[in-house]
DNA sequence: TTGAAAGCGCTAACAA
DNA sequence: TTGTTAGCGCTTTCAA
């Protein structure tokens, strides 16, 4: 092995010093400024790979007075519905020349508060996922003159920028399907109880329960040990349909099913939401609620690339969703 | 809505100017120097409260010469098994004080490459996980000083830290556990193909030929898709036991194969690797080989934290894995 | 087409 | 205990 050394960070300067041009002239060829003279430029590029040189982040940073990143905070890095978010808004950003640094925060609306505060001090524009955080946490970020974005959530009163989902049609069209096939009493297994995507989905259920279905709800969570260890209570309630807050709960609550000899969907019918890939694996595959998480990160790219271009009049987005129908859900026996 | 105002920068000297100190007070307030006197700290604190004033991040990290930042780069982010390694991570800098940035290549060699430059830009040190790009590209890096780590990849002859796992002791174990039931001829599904740890598991499979088993070899990838795809690939080889990449290329073989009517383990085995959450909610449960990622988080970010530190002398270690034998694999009829 | 030099906002000697 | 000031490495006028 060779002896490590931990070189002294190569600067613009010895690069200048290298090439017998002026740090003017690096920058100029490092930024592709085409006013330097070819011969120049072609030294410096030499020199700038003799040396291995890096431009300094935070240098340029302070410098330009900008980062050219985005900040993307997400409660739960490993749900799907999340990830394919940012590999859209990651594209969207690419093509403007920015890159994109995620955080996660865990479902901790402390925590996301504390990175947020982090997020907002590196980056030049932030798009908050799903923010669990209090409406006055998200007033005072957005007061603070930021860039920001934020999806399903949305706050009335506050000048937020945002993009959401129907969730309310998502679960409408649920109910909508269940009592077509005669179901008349469902259980809802609810999902992180800060999630306004929960509160907009019981607020759906509210709605069905007009057109007379009965909805009884059990605190439950976002992932499939969740779904999984609530299953019996979902059970208890004596609905003949189960629908789970999410995909991965339902996953979860078909494993126990599985276990306790429950038919799906001959002794009760389950629902999924979001449509992660999973939902057409199972066995029955999931009746779920397609979300076109695509595009939905296209639009908060685009949306997120407006705003910090200075455009303030962004138009609050809702992104239709679809209803999937599958093995999970049949008619009541 | 109130009209937006794109405020200018808060500086420390407003905040010095607003409490009546010098800059170089207001920084050590900042920073916690506790050589301030009470009440002057007191109208510090209140002046950035007042001014709602954060330090820029830039201008932080070039005064101090470093950025508090580690860079994380793994090949999926929709990958439970490097989340796991992320939380783990993001759990050590935490403690030392030091945040976490991830990005996600899309396990594609030239973007991970690009990406790592741009990352090596802006932390203090790298992890490097299951890099896919070629050796000289590591050589490269690794030649730049840059405190960096790498998982799950050995490079025979560079002076690489490295924290892998021992696949090759997963997939003998996984062999001699067919074996034991009287398999005689497996088929693997293998994984990404610039994979270190797919080269190992070939590599654990030709030393099971030894002891008599019959290998074949079917190209596939490290999704569950993928997997669903190969599926009658796999069956066509004519082997008992399917042997896919990870779990979730074994979902997928799973789900293709309920559909067709092969029934597991009765017509033929199955197994996983790595164990995933959804391993044992499938029907039937998944055997496979659990891999202590928390764990492998852990000591990554320790031992960052140590060669950041300046300790050249990691110890490379090699983590250990535990079959996980479940309803997906029996005896052979 | 090139270079000199003034910042960018902060930290950390060094003085007082 | 506090303040002054010289950098940190780069970009960007402004002159030449």
């Not at 907002?120 to 209090?134: E, T």
Request: charge should be negative.
């Amino acid at each position: 092995m060779v002896a490590p050394k931990r070189a002294k960070r190569v600067t613009i300067a010895d690069v200048a010093r290298e090439a017998g041009a002026s740090v003017a002239t690096v920058s100029r060829v490092l930024n592709g400024v085409d006013t330097v003279a070819p011969r120049l430029a072609e030294r410096v590029r030499a020199a700038i790979v003799d040396l291995g040189y890096r431009p300094s982040a935070a240098a340029q940073d302070l410098a330009r007075g900008r980062s050219g990143t985005i900040g993307v905070l997400v409660p739960d890095l490993a749900n799907p519905y999340f990830h394919d978010i940012i590999k859209s808004v990651s594209v969207v950003a690419r093509d403007a020349g920015s890159r994109v640094i995620v955080m996660d925060s865990d479902e901790d609306p402390g925590v996301e508060r504390e990175l947020t505060e982090d997020l907002i001090r590196y980056a030049d524009g932030l798009l908050l996922c799903s923010p669990r955080m209090p409406r006055a946490d998200l007033a005072a970020l957005a007061g603070r003159g930021t860039p920001m974005l934020v999806t399903n959530r949305q706050v009335a009163g506050l000048a937020l920028h945002s993009i959401t989902v129907d969730f309310f049609r998502g679960i409408m069209a649920l109910c909508g399907h269940l009592a077509r096939l005669g179901h008349r009493r469902v259980v809802y297994l609810e999902g992180p109880e800060h999630a306004w995507a929960n509160g907009e989905r019981l607020r759906a259920f509210s709605g069905a329960e007009a057109f007379g279905l009965d909805v009884v709800t059990v605190p439950c969570g976002s992932t499939t040990d969740e779904g999984y260890a609530r299953a019996p209570a979902a059970l208890e309630s004596g609905a003949t349909a189960v629908v789970a807050y999410n995909d991965f709960v339902a996953l979860g609550v078909l494993a126990r099913f599985a276990e306790l000899g429950v038919k799906v969907p001959d002794d009760v019918s389950l629902t999924g939401f979001d449509e992660i890939d999973m939902a057409r694996f199972s066995a029955p595959p999931l009746t779920t609620v397609a979300v076109p998480r695509d595009r939905l990160g296209r639009l908060a790219g685009g949306a997120l690339g407006r705003i910090m271009a200075g455009d303030e009049d962004i138009e609050p987005e809702v992104v239709p969703v679809e209803l999937r129908v599958r093995g999970s859900t049949g008619s009541v026996s």
